[in-house]
Nanobody, 116 residues
Framework: QVQLVESGGGLVQPGGSLRLSCAAS????????MGWYRQAPGKQRELVAT???????TYADSVKGRFIISRDNAKNTMYLQMNSLKPEDTAVYYC??????????WGQGTQVTVSS
């Protein structure tokens, strides 16, 4: 059974930082491309960042230079380091896993709120 469990969300002031984690189980983690998505109230889910099995990363323009996606295959975990957070980064953040044969799989999400 595939499970993706996000953690690390919370309330942070503008300009602050958070580190999200996505722990995977039930999959051969190193064979999956991973991604972070987010959904703000009243908006569609949008792509935030992706990382391939080889470590190649991509970012949405809105987070370039502020967010860093990474993965630790030994720990079956993906991370999203979020710096210089803005109120418009407020959303539920979801992790995603897929490969050529399976997925996409989704986690349950973790709430990030940026507010003073």
């Amino acid at each position: 059974q595939v499970q993706l469990v996000e953690s690390g969300g919370g309330l942070v002031q503008p300009g602050g930082s958070l580190r999200l984690s996505c722990a995977a189980s039930g999959v051969i983690f190193r064979t999956y491309a991973m991604g972070w998505y987010r959904q703000a109230p009243g908006k569609q889910r949008e792509l935030v960042a992706t990382i391939t099995t080889g470590g190649t990363t991509t970012y949405a323009d809105s987070v370039k230079g502020r967010f860093i996606i990474s993965r630790d295959n030994a720990k079956n975990t993906m991370y999203l380091q979020m710096n210089s957070l803005k109120p418009e980064d407020t959303a539920v953040y979801y992790c995603n896993a897929k490969n050529f044969a399976y997925g996409p799989f989704w986690g349950q999400g973790t709430q990030v709120t940026v507010s003073s």
